[in-house]
C-alpha cells in the first residue's frame, strides 16, 4: 500500500473517531449535565417552597411564644377572668396576626376557650376534633416537657391532620412573662395549609404548587438528597418538570405531597444548543480534513516522489545526479541539501581541527581567569558574613547547613566543625516545634522552597506554662541563573524581650483611654447621683413622723452611698480619684486592715502578716492603701476555694532590686513593697496579660465587677509607684506593690481651726448656680431645709447679672464648675474683681485638681467633689461665711434698694 492510501485512511478512521467522541461528548455529558443543572434547580425551587411553609412554622411558634409567656394568659387560666377574653380574644386578633385558631388548655386538658375562623372570610369555623371540651391526657396537641429540656424548647410546631384540610399548629406551654413556670397548661395557635396559603407561597416564591396527599414515588421519579431531605423529581412531559417532597406532620407520619410545577427551559436549551455544536463541528472537521489531505499530498508525497526517483537513477547518472538539490525550501528540500552539504563539509572537517584546538586553549586560560574571581568573591562574602552580628546561617534545599557566623555559633554553643553539615533539626531545638501561633521554622522553609519567595514572619512557641518564646524568622532564597533555589540565607532571632515590651506600652495605652472613658461617665453620673441623694434626704426629713415611709427612704440612700462609692473607684481606676496625699506610716493602716481580711478568711484558710520595713513611710491616703490591700486579698482568697495560705509582708527594696527593666523608670530610688502571697490556682500566660483590663474577669457571671485590678493598678500609678506579678498555673500568685517612700513628717501640733464653730447667728443668703435644673432645685430646698435662703440660678451668665446688681446681698455662692455658657472658674474669677470676700464654693461631678486656680482667686473658700450631702454642704457653707465679715453686722432682714431676688418654686 502505498504512502498517498495510507495517509488517506488514516485521515478517514480519525474523522469516523473524532466524530464519534463528540456525539458521546454532547450526548452523554452536556445534555447529562443540562440535565443535572436542571435537576438541582428543580430541588432549590422546591426547597424554597418548604422553607416558605417552615417560615410560616416560625412565624407562628413566635406569636405563640409571645401569647403563652404573657401574665395576663397566665392569669387568665388561673381565674378564667372575662376582660382578658374582651380586651384580647377578640376578632380582630385572628385577622391581625392571620392565625386561624385560638385554643386554651389548662393542665388537665380541658378547653378553657378556643375559637376557629376563616380569616379571608371573617366567618367562624367548627372543627370536631379541636372544639371538644377536652382533649386526652395522650392528645399531641397538648404540651408535655421533656426531661433535661427548658420549656421553649420542649415546645412543639408541625403540620396537623383536621377535617377541612393540613394545619400548621404550635404548641408551647402557658408561663407568666419571666418564663417560668408551673405550666398552667397549653396554648395552641392553628394556621390552615390550604389553597390560599399556598397561593401566598406560591407568589412569594415565583413558583406554581400543588398539594395532595401523600403518595409512595412512582419508579421513574429521581430521587434528590436535598439538605437532608429526599425530593422526587419526574419529567411529566418536555416540557415540565414535577418536583415532589412528603412533608411529615407533628406525629412524624406522612401528611401531605407538596409539588412544584416547573418548565424545562434549562434541558430544552440544552438540547437545542447541543444539536447546533455538534452538526457544526462535525462540517468544520470534514473540511478541515479535506484541505489537510490536499495539504500533505502537494507538501510531502509529491517532493518525496521525486527525490527517491532521483536517487534510484543507475550508474554513471548517480554522480551527476548530485546535488540533489529540488529547489523547494521546506523539510524535503532541507533533507536535500543537507545530503549535498554532508560531503563539503568533511571535506573542511580537517581545516577546522586545527582552529578547534587553539580555541579550547583559550577557554581553558579564560576558565582559571573565573575560577580565580569565584574564590575571590567566596572569601569576600564570608568576611561580610562573619561581621553581621544577627544569628545567620546558610542550608540547602534538604535543610543542611553549609555555613553560618560567629553570633549563630555562640548562640548554639558548638563548634564550627560540629554545626556544619548537620541537620537544622539536630541543631535548632525549635526548628520543628508546634508554635502556639504563627508558623515553625520548618513550616517557613517548605513555604519558601515551595513559592521560592523569601519568608520574614514571627511566631510564639510555649515555653513552659505561664511562659512564651517569640522568634523572628527570615529566610531569603538563592536562586541560579534558571530559577532554581542554591541555597537559602536564614535567621532566627529570639525577640521575646521587645514582644513583651509592645505589649506591655500596648496595655497601658487601653489603660489610659478606658480610664478617660470612666472618668467622663463618672462626671455626668455625679450630677445624677447628687440630685438623688439630696431628694433622699430632703424626704427622709420631711417624713420625720412617718416610719413606713422614712425606712425605705434610708435603704434609698444607702443604695445611693454604694453607687457614689463604685464611682470612687471608677474615679481612682482613671487616676481622677480627688484624694488629698499624706504622708503616714504604712504599718498601722496595714495591720488594722488585715484585722479585718483575717477576719472575713474562711476557715481552711490560714493568714499571717510580716511586717519588716524599717521606713514604711509613703505619701498617700489610707483608704487608698486599703483599697489595694483588700482588692488583692480578696482575688487571693477567691483563688483558694479548697483552702491554702495568705501571706501579706511590707519591707524596703531598692529600685534596682526589680527583677526586671520599667518602661518609665522613676526618679526615687528607696519603695517600700508590700506583698501578697497566696497558693492558690494561678494564672495563665493568656489571664495574665489582660489582669488589668477594665471589666475583665475570670469568675462566673454576677461573682465580680472586674474593676478590681484596674483600680488598684490606678491608684498605684497615681502614687508614682508599679506593680510586679509573679503567677504559674497550680502554684500560687505573687503581686508586690512598689511604692515609693518618704520622709517622715516633722511633728507640728495639728489646729481645727478649719473647722467651723457653732452655726450661723442668722439665715444665710446662698445664691445656687448649676445648669442641671432638677439639681440646683432640690440643692436649693436642702439649703432652706437647713434654715439658709437659698436663690437659684440656672447659668453664670444670669447669676453675675443678679450679683452686680446688689453685690453685697449674699452670703455665699454655690456654683458648679462645669457649665455650657461661663464655667464656675471664670465666675469665680469675676467676683473676685468685684467683692473678694464674697465666698464661693466649687462644686464638680469630675475630682480635678484645682490648687493652682485657688492660689490666685482667694475668694474659692473649698472644692466640693459630686455627689455631696446636706450636712457637707452646711459645713462648707458656715465654714466659709465665717471666715468673711463683711456681712456680720448686716441685720437679718436687710434688704439693699435696686435689688430683691426671686426664688424659684422647688
Known sequence: MTVARKMLLLLMVVFVLLSASLFGFHRYIILEGFSGLEFSEAANDLDRAVLAIEAQMDRLALTCWDWAAWDHTYEFIQNKNALYIESNLVPASFFDNRINLFNLYDEQGNLVWGQIWDIEDEVQ?????????????????????????????????????????????????????????????????????????????????????????????????????????????????????????VLPGMIGKPILTLNAHIPRNIFRQGLRMASLSLTATVIICALYFLLLHQMVR????????????????????????????????????????????????????????????????????EREKV???????????????????????????????????????????????????????????CWEKEPVQGISPVAAFRAVLKTRQAHTGRCEMGNGPGSALWLDILFSPVTDDVGQIKSIIAAVRDVTREVELAQRGFAMQKLEAVGTLAGGVAHDFNNILMSIMLNIEYGIKKSADSPSLRQPLEKALESSQRAKDLIGQLLAFSRSGGHTPEIFSLSPVVKETFRLIRASCPKNITADVAINAENDTVQATPSQIQQILLNLSTNAIQAMPNGGKLRVSLENAKLEDADESLDHPPDQTDFVVLSIKDTGCGMSNHVMERIYEPFFTTRKIGEGTGLGLSVVHGIVMDLGGFLRVQSRIGSGTIFDVWLPSSQPPAQNESSDSNEPKGSSPRPLNVLVVDDEAALANILGATLDNLGHRSFIEFSATSALEKIKKDPFYFDAIVV????PDMNGLELAGILNG????????????????????????????????????????????????????????????????????????I
Open 834 to 905: 468685684i467683692r473678694p470676700d464674697l465666698p464661693v464654693i466649687l462644686c464638680s461631678g469630675f475630682a480635678e485638681n484645682l490648687q493652682e486656680q485657688m492660689a490666685k482667686l482667694p475668694n474659692i473658700k473649698s472644692v466640693l467633689r459630686k455627689p455631696v450631702t446636706a450636712e457637707e454642704i452646711s459645713r462648707e457653707i458656715l465654714k466659709a461665711t465665717q471666715k468673711a465679715s463683711s456681712r456680720a453686722s448686716m441685720p437679718a432682714n436687710t434688704v439693699h434698694s435696686g435689688f430683691q431676688p426671686g426664688k424659684p418654686a
Open 125 to 245: 369555623l367548627t372543627l370536631p376534633e379541636l372544639s371538644a371540651d377536652r382533649l386526652h391526657s395522650d392528645h399531641p396537641l397538648l404540651y408535655r416537657a421533656k426531661p433535661g429540656l427548658s420549656y421553649r424548647d420542649s415546645a412543639r410546631t408541625g403540620i396537623y391532620p383536621t377535617s377541612k384540610g393540613p394545619m400548621i399548629v404550635a404548641v408551647f406551654p402557658i408561663l407568666d412573662s419571666n418564663n417560668v413556670g408551673p405550666v398552667k397548661g397549653t396554648f395552641l395557635m392553628g394556621v390552615f395549609l390550604d389553597d390560599k396559603l399556598l397561593g401566598r407561597i406560591a407568589a412569594q416564591t415565583r413558583l406554581t404548587l400543588s398539594m395532595e396527599a401523600p403518595r409512595a414515588p412512582n419508579p421513574d421519579d429521581s430521587v434528590v438528597l436535598h439538605n437532608n431531605r429526599p425530593l422526587y423529581l419526574a419529567r411529566s412531559s418536555s416540557e415540565t418538570l414535577v418536583a415532589s417532597v
Open 816 to 819: 458648679d464648675i462645669r457649665m
Open 298 to 365: 502537494r507538501t510531502v508525497l509529491l517532493p518525496v516522489r521525486s527525490l527517491t526517483e532521483k536517487l534510484n537513477r543507475p550508474g554513471k547518472d548517480q554522480s551527476a545526479a548530485l546535488p540533489l538539490t529540488l529547489g523547494s525550501t521546506d523539510e524535503i528540500g532541507a533533507l536535500s541539501n543537507a545530503f549535498d552539504s554532508l560531503v563539503e563539509k568533511l571535506r573542511q572537517s580537517a581545516l577546522h581541527l586545527e582552529d578547534a584546538n587553539q580555541a579550547l586553549k583559550a577557554d581553558i586560560t
Open 371 to 429: 575560577e580565580q574571581a569565584l574564590k575571590k568573591s567566596e572569601e569576600y562574602f564570608r568576611n561580610i558574613l562573619s561581621s553581621i552580628q544577627e544569628e545567620i546561617f546558610l542550608i540547602d534545599a534538604n535543610g543542611i547547613i553549609t555555613d553560618l557566623n560567629s553570633p549563630f555559633l555562640e548562640k548554639c554553643g558548638l563548634e564550627r566543625q560540629h554545626a556544619v553539615g548537620r541537620h537544622c533539626a539536630e541543631v535548632l531545638e
